[in-house]
């Protein structure tokens, strides 16, 4: 398994061989750069870190300018680790691009849900809503309506569904096919659409 870092753009329709539509989302997959390698020996598991989105200097912290300098990179807004690389051995600050994938490939593309902000049951969780609009109940058509008895268990139970905060949640998307790789500017076409606003960050896994 490996994958790259990369930023959705948007989404189009492209058109195929027999003429049929197939709706795309268009992602910036890297440059990434190699800002880690941990082995199992001195961290415990084998894993790689790659870095995206350079910055300007004067926007990174200590820490952070501490952390890429041993790798020679320059300031990333993401780092985020793979667990494997197919094996493949990596040096400290190799630069890796899209050209990683291929038409046809298999990926599974993780990102953040738009956020919702607070929101009530109908359109947290497709409710109907109760009642009618009539016999005074004109402003209870988007209500939950009741959630249990009073007396036993006097709580409400965990998981009940109810309005609350939706999206702005990790949201992986599986099994997305690779429609077109577009090396020169770093552009990969995915069929299908992937979690997350415009110019968001996202995590793309490549299947073995």
């Known amino acids: 398994m490996s994958g790259m870092l990369g930023k959705k753009l948007g989404m189009t329709s492209i058109f195929d061989e027999n003429g049929q539509m197939i709706p795309c989302t268009i992602i910036e997959a890297g440059p990434c750069y190699v800002t880690q390698i941990?082995?199992?020996?001195?961290?415990?598991?084998?894993?790689?870190?790659?870095?995206?989105?350079?910055?300007?200097?004067?926007?990174a912290n200590k820490p952070m300018k501490g952390?890429?300098?041993?790798?020679?990179?320059?300031?990333?807004?993401?780092?985020?680790?793979?667990?494997?690389?197919?094996?493949?051995?990596?040096?400290?600050?190799?630069?890796?691009k899209v050209d990683l994938f291929q038409q046809g490939d298999t990926v599974d593309v993780t990102g953040r849900s738009k956020g919702r902000g607070f929101q009530g049951v109908v359109k947290r969780h497709h409710f109907g809503g109760v009642g009618m609009t009539t016999h005074?109940?004109?402003?209870?058509?988007?209500?939950?309506?009741?959630?249990?008895?009073?007396?036993y268990p006097s709580r409400v139970f965990k998981g009940m569904r109810m309005a609350g905060r939706m999206g702005g949640e990790r949201v992986t998307v599986k099994n997305l096919t690779v429609v077109k790789v577009i090396?020169?500017?770093?552009?990969?076409?995915?069929?299908?659409?992937?979690?997350?606003?415009?110019?968001?960050y996202v995590e793309i896994i490549k299947q073995d």
Not at 38 to 59: F, H, P, S
Not at 67 to 93: A, C, I, Q
């Open 67 to 96: 952390h890429l300098r041993k790798s020679g990179v320059k300031p990333l807004r993401l780092l985020s680790e793979f667990r494997s690389f197919n094996g493949t051995k990596l040096e400290l600050g190799a630069e890796l």
């Open 136 to 151: 005074g109940q004109s402003d209870r058509v988007r209500a939950p309506g009741s959630i249990g008895g009073s007396s």
């Open 183 to 200: 090396s020169d500017s770093n552009i990969l076409i995915v069929k299908g659409s992937v979690p997350g606003a415009i110019n968001s």
């Open 38 to 59: 941990k082995t199992k020996e001195k961290d415990g598991y084998d894993a790689v870190q790659l870095g995206y989105d350079e910055i300007n200097e004067r926007l």
